[in-house]
Nanobody, 119 residues
Framework: QVQLVESGGGLVQAGGSLRLSCAAS????????MGWYRQAPGKQRELVAR???????NYADSVKGRFTISRDNAKNTVYLQMNSLKPEDTAVYYC?????????????WGQGTQVTVSS
């Protein structure tokens, strides 16, 4: 059984910062990419940032220069540092991991954490 547990969401004023964390636990053989997605009310879930096991990253254009994704492979944890937050960043943020568990490769999701940016 694999679990992804997110933390760090909350309410912040525009221009502020938040740091999200996501720890993967359970029967994990290896983790390939980990990432963060978000879903605002009435909108589709979208990729925010992604990082591979080798440290390669990619970001949504809307967050480039403001958000930074990083990971600690020893702890199976991925982080999202969010700076200069805007009201349009308000969404539920979901952690995502592409990993091997029990000899099967699959994609796993966290339960989501709410980020609200007030203007």
């Amino acid at each position: 059984q694999v679990q992804l547990v997110e933390s760090g969401g909350g309410l912040v004023q525009a221009g502020g910062s938040l740091r999200l964390s996501c720890a993967a636990s359970g029967s994990i053989f290896s983790i390939y990419a980990m990432g963060w997605y978000r879903q605002a009310p009435g909108k589709q879930r979208e990729l925010v940032a992604r990082i591979t096991s080798g440290g390669n990253t990619n970001y949504a254009d809307s967050v480039k220069g403001r958000f930074t994704i990083s990971r600690d492979n020893a702890k199976n944890t991925v982080y999202l540092q969010m700076n200069s937050l805007k009201p349009e960043d308000t969404a539920v943020y979901y952690c995502n991991a592409n990993l091997v568990s029990g000899y099967r490769r699959g994609v796993y999701w966290g339960q989501g954490t709410q980020v609200t940016v007030s203007s």
